[in-house]
Nanobody, 115 residues
Framework: QVQLVESGGGLVQAGGSLRLSCAAS????????MGWYRQAPGKQRELVAR???????LYADSVKDRFTISRDNAKNTVYLQMNSLKPEDTAVYYC?????????WGQGTQVTVSS
């Protein structure tokens, strides 16, 4: 069984920065893909960023050059550094990990960007 706990969300002004963290417990390996999704009110959940291994990354076009995903395998933790935040980044952000073909999700953390 895998559990994910996100932290680091909050309220920030446009142009500001936040760093989200997601700590995974259970039998986790560095090769397990991890990622961040987000869901804004009235919208579908969408991929924000994904990391496979230590350095293979994928980003949504809307966050490229502003967000950076990274992981610390020793701590079983994945991070999302968010810079130059915009009001349209407001959403609940969810951490996910894929293990043996199954996706596990955290409970989500709210990010609100004021204009």
């Amino acid at each position: 069984q895998v559990q994910l706990v996100e932290s680091g969300g909050g309220l920030v002004q446009a142009g500001g920065s936040l760093r989200l963290s997601c700590a995974a417990s259970g039998s986790i390996f560095g090769i397990n893909p991890m990622g961040w999704y987000r869901q804004a009110p009235g919208k579908q959940r969408e991929l924000v960023a994904r990391i496979i291994g230590r350095s293979s990354t994928l980003y949504a076009d809307s966050v490229k050059d502003r967000f950076t995903i990274s992981r610390d395998n020793a701590k079983n933790t994945v991070y999302l550094q968010m810079n130059s935040l915009k009001p349209e980044d407001t959403a609940v952000y969810y951490c996910t990990i894929t293990k043996l073909g199954r996706d596990y999700w955290g409970q989500g953390t709210q990010v609100t960007v004021s204009s």
